[in-house]
C-alpha cells in the first residue's frame, strides 16, 4: 500500500506544482488566441491598449503577464460594415504595432510566429470576421491578405448574397433551397486557399459549413464555436461538424463565451435582467443596449459573477472535441471583448496560465496540452501558407 500512496502522492506535488507555474513558456507553451474584438472597442473608445486599461479584456501588459504569444486581432463589424471599415480596423493594429514595436509584431505565417515568439514579442495575427466586409469582390480579398489576413469568417450573424449564416439558417430566414455557398461564394473559397488565407466556418450555417468543407483544397479553421451536444445553441458544431473538420485536418478553437458554454447561463441571465428591467430600460435610453448591459453587469458584479460558469465547463467542451476529433484539432479562441461574460477566473487575458494548469490536472500530456494552446493552430497556419 505504500508505494500507491507515494506515487500518488508525488504526482499530486507535480501537478500542483504546474498549476502555480507562473511561466507556461518554460514549460515550451505558445498560446495563441483565435479571436479577439478588441479592435472595434478600441476605436469606440479611443483608449490606448498599449498601455495596462481598467476595463475590457485585452492589453499588452496584460497580454505579456497572461504569456499570450499570438493573438488574432477580430476584424469586426455588423450588417452594416464594409470593406472601408475593415481596413480602417487594420490601420487601427498597425498603428498600435508602430507604437510599441519592441512589443508586438505583425505576422502572416507560422513561422513568422515562432519567430516573434523567439523575439519576446506578441504576435499579432488578423481574422476578418464576416465575408460582408469584401464588398463582393474578390480583388479585396487579395488586398485584405497582403495587409495581413490570415482568416476570413465567411459569415457573421448576418449572411450574404453568396454565404447563409448559422442564425439565418437556423431562424428560417434563409429557406433550406437558398441556403449555403452560391457559385461566388464557391470562387470566394478558392481565392482563400490559392492565397493561404484561412477559411473560418464559424458563425456559418450548417449548409455552408458542409459546402465550404467540400470545395476547400486546404484545412480550415473554426476560429471561436463549442460543442452544440454540450449546449444545443446555433453557433455551436453538432457532432458530424467536428467530426468533419477532423476528416479535413482543421482545427476547432473553443469559444469561451458563457452563452456558448454553459446551456443553463442565457436562462440565468433573463431572470437577472428581469429583476433589474426598470434601471436596464433607463441604461439603454441613455447609453445604447450593448453598452447599457456592460453597465447593468458592471453595477451588479457580485450577482453578475455568480452567473458565470466554472472553468470546469470549459474544459468539458474541450473534453467533447478532443474525443470526437482528436487532440490535433483543437484550439482556443477566447472571444474576448466580444462577449459580455465568461468562465469565473477567466478576467481577462492575463490569465490564460490557469488554463494549461486545468489541462494538465484533467490528465493531459505536455504534449497535448501544447497542441491545444497553439501548436495545432501554427500547423495550421503552415499548412495554408506553406511555410
Known amino acids: 500500500m505504500k508505494i500507491p500512496w507515494l506515487l500518488l502522492f508525488l504526482l499530486t506535488l507535480k501537478l500542483s506544482a504546474f498549476a502555480q ?14 479571436h479577439g474584438d478588441i479592435l472595434f472597442n478600441q476605436i469606440k473608445s479611443g483608449i490606448d491598449i498599449g498601455k495596462l486599461q481598467k476595463t475590457g479584456y485585452f492589453d499588452l501588459v496584460r497580454a505579456k503577464h497572461g504569456h499570450l504569444n499570438g493573438q488574432f486581432f477580430s476584424v469586426w463589424s455588423d450588417e452594416t460594415g ?20 519592441n512589443r508586438i509584431a505583425l505576422v502572416k505565417t507560422g513561422a513568422e510566429l515562432e519567430n516573434a515568439v523567439k523575439n519576446g514579442k506578441l504576435a499579432a495575427l488578423i481574422g476578418v470576421e464576416g465575408g460582408h466586409m469584401i464588398d463582393d469582390d474578390l480583388n479585396n480579398i487579395d488586398y485584405l491578405a497582403k495587409r495581413g489576413m490570415s482568416y476570413l469568417t465567411l459569415t457573421w450573424n448576418n449572411s450574404t448574397a453568396w454565404a447563409s449564416s448559422a442564425k439565418d439558417e437556423s431562424s428560417g430566414k434563409i429557406k433550406p433551397e ?3 455557398l452560391s457559385n ?13 488565407v484561412l477559411v473560418d ?35 455551436n458544431l453538432k457532432d458530424d461538424q467536428i467530426k468533419a473538420v477532423a476528416k479535413n485536418g482543421g482545427v476547432i478553437c473553443v469559444n469561451f463565451y458563457s452563452g456558448f458554454l454553459d446551456s443553463a447561463y442565457n436562462k440565468k441571465q433573463q431572470l437577472f435582467f428581469k429583476k433589474y428591467d426598470t434601471e436596464l430600460k433607463k441604461l439603454t435610453a ?6 447599457a448591459t456592460d453597465s447593468l453587469l458592471a453595477k451588479h458584479k457580485n450577482e453578475a459573477d455568480a452567473l458565470r460558469p466554472a472553468l470546469a465547463v470549459l ?8 474525443k470526437l476529433a482528436g487532440i490535433d484539432h483543437v484550439g482556443v479562441g477566447a472571444d474576448f471583448d466580444g462577449a459580455e461574460s465568461f468562465p469565473q477566473g477567466l478576467n481577462s487575458v492575463a490569465d490564460y496560465p490557469k488554463l494549461p494548469a486545468a489541462l494538465i490536472k484533467q490528465g493531459y500530456s505536455l504534449v497535448e496540452v501544447k497542441k ?10 503552415k499548412e495554408n501558407k506553406g511555410r
Do not use: W
Open 21 to 34: 507555474k507562473s511561466d507556461p513558456a518554460d514549460k515550451g507553451i505558445i498560446t495563441v488566441d483565435t
Open 82 to 101: 464594409n470593406f472601408e471599415v475593415a481596413n480602417q480596423q487594420i490601420d487601427s493594429l498597425y498603428s498600435l504595432i508602430k507604437r510599441y514595436p
Open 178 to 180: 437558398n441556403a449555403g
Open 184 to 196: 461566388f461564394g464557391k470562387k470566394v473559397v478558392g481565392r482563400l486557399n490559392q492565397l493561404g
Open 201 to 235: 466556418l464559424s458563425h456559418v450555417g450548417e449548409k455552408t459549413f458542409y459546402d465550404a468543407i467540400a470545395v476547400s483544397t486546404k484545412p480550415i479553421i473554426v476560429s471561436h464555436s463549442c460543442a452544440y451536444t454540450l449546449n444545443p445553441v446555433a453557433r
Open 286 to 291: 441613455k447609453y445604447g443596449k450593448s453598452d
Open 315 to 322: 474544459i468539458n467542451h474541450i473534453n467533447y472535441m478532443v
Open 372 to 381: 491545444i494552446m497553439g501548436g495545432n493552430v501554427v500547423r495550421l497556419l
